[in-house]
Structures are given as structure tokens and as C-alpha cells.
């Protein structure tokens, strides 16, 4: 073969290996034999073969979850307790060189904190407090997080798996205070309802005219149904009547 013409391919190859392409979202860290040399920002790059290699970092919100983790709550009830971590790589330089894996490494700090902050609380709170619960994961994960150039965005608990008997005893519960709210409900109308039957008493008591008005209703009502016989006991005149000065 030519030798100017194998000496020509062999350059163009060269020069088409160390082509890159670099997305916006991402960052590219340049080593030449090893050691760092800079960062390559998004667009059309080129590195010498073989002499210099790049990693990519990706610097969009990145989502890592917390694998299930068995607790031991305050109040001694075992339960599993899963989540998730959204963090931002802010310093890829950092995330590479001061850490190995970082994802890994969130995963694994994110469940020792989850396990730390849980087993320190009742179930109750843990139940009802699921934000702040995750807020303290969080404070304790970007504590450590802060040394390798990454934002802890926020962590979410997303499940809580309690004992079968444990479920029991809590619908048991909820049944209860329901069956409490519901007779405090009836205790409160039976007493509203007490009270404007007393009120209606008393006008009523101010005049004999409505008293007969109740009375002819009552008699119209029973009539209604054409099904039973009315008897007085005593006659209409024995009923109060105002005197005429009033």
C-alpha cells in the first residue's frame, strides 16, 4: 500500500476517534494519562485517542430510591419503611474525584439515615408526619452530600408496611373514635333538639289559641290516615283561655 495514503488514513482515523459529542445536560471531565485536566462543557469536543479519556456526569435531578428497610420504631413495633432521593449533581469535578460511585454512596447514606431518624420516633408520628420525617433524612444526607458537589433536592417516604396484627388494632381504633364521634353527634342533636322543644313549650304556654292550633294540627295529622278512631279524654273548654282584660 501507498505509504503517504495509509499515512492519510491512519490521520483521519485518529482524528475521528477522539470526536464527542457532549449534550447539554451533561459535563464531561478530561484525564490525560490519569490526571484531571478541566471540563468539557456541552457541544462538539475532541480528545487525543488513547492519551486522554472523559467521564460523563449527568447534572439533571437524578431520582435513587431507598430500598425497603426494616425499623424498630420508639415504641418497639417493627415495620418496613421504603423512599426515595432526588439529588443534582452542582460540581461534577467534586462528585468524581472525591467520591467512587456516588449514587451508590446517597443510596447506602440515604437508608442508614432513614433507619436512624425512624427508630428514633413513635409509629404515630412516622404515620403523620411522613414531610417532616423526610426532611430530616435529607438534613442528615446533604450534610455529607455537601463535600462531594451534590444538591439534596428532597426525600420522600413513599411506604410504610406495618404487622398484619398491627393493621388490626389500628382499624379497631379508627372504628372506636368513629363510634365516639358518631354518639357525640347524636348526644349534641338530641340536646339541640331538647332545647328548641322547650322553647316551642313556652311560647306555645303564652297562648291558648296556639295550644288549640297544636292540637287541631295533631288531630289533622292522625285523620290523615282514616284508619283509627280519636276519643277525648276531656272536653275543648277545659282548655286554658285568656281572660279578657289580658
Known amino acids: 500500500m501507498n505509504p503517504p495514503l495509509l499515512f492519510t488514513v491512519f490521520i483521519v482515523v485518529f482524528l475521528l476517534a477522539g470526536i464527542r459529542i457532549i449534550f447539554e445536560y451533561k459535563r464531561a471531565l478530561k484525564f490525560r494519562f490519569g490526571k484531571y485536566v478541566g471540563t468539557l462543557r456541552p457541544g462538539f469536543r475532541w480528545v487525543i485517542p488513547l492519551i486522554e479519556t472523559i467521564q460523563i456526569v449527568d447534572i439533571r435531578v437524578i431520582t435513587v430510591n431507598i430500598v425497603s428497610q426494616e425499623?424498630?420504631?420508639?415504641?418497639?413495633?417493627?415495620?418496613s419503611i421504603d423512599g426515595v432521593v432526588f439529588f443534582k449533581v452542582i460540581d461534577p469535578e467534586m462528585a468524581v474525584l472525591e467520591v467512587e460511585e456516588y449514587q451508590f454512596a446517597i443510596s447506602q447514606l440515604s437508608q442508614a439515615a432513614l433507619r436512624d431518624v425512624c427508630g428514633k420516633v413513635e409509629l404515630d408520628?412516622?404515620?403523620?408526619n411522613r414531610e417532616e420525617m423526610g426532611k430530616n433524612i435529607k438534613a442528615i444526607v446533604e450534610l455529607e452530600t455537601k463535600e462531594w458537589g451534590i444538591e439534596i433536592i428532597d426525600v420522600k417516604i413513599k411506604d410504610i408496611q406495618l404487622p398484619e396484627n398491627m393493621k388490626r388494632m389500628m382499624a379497631n381504633q379508627a372504628e372506636a373514635e368513629r363510634s365516639r364521634r358518631a354518639r357525640?353527634?347524636?348526644?349534641?342533636?338530641?340536646?339541640?333538639?331538647?332545647?328548641a322543644l322547650l322553647q316551642a313549650g313556652k311560647q306555645i304556654d303564652k297562648s291558648p289559641s296556639a295550644i288549640k292550633l297544636r292540637l287541631y294540627q295533631t288531630l289533622s295529622n292522625i285523620a290523615a290516615e282514616k284508619n283509627s278512631t280519636i276519643l277525648f279524654p276531656f272536653p275543648e273548654e277545659v282548655l286554658p283561655r285568656l281572660n279578657k282584660e289580658d
Not at 71 to 79: G, K, L, S
Not at 184 to 195: D, K, R, T
Open 71 to 79: 425499623v424498630m420504631t420508639e415504641d418497639n413495633v417493627p415495620c
Open 125 to 128: 408520628t412516622i404515620l403523620s
Open 184 to 195: 357525640i353527634i347524636l348526644a349534641q342533636a338530641e340536646e339541640q333538639a331538647a332545647g
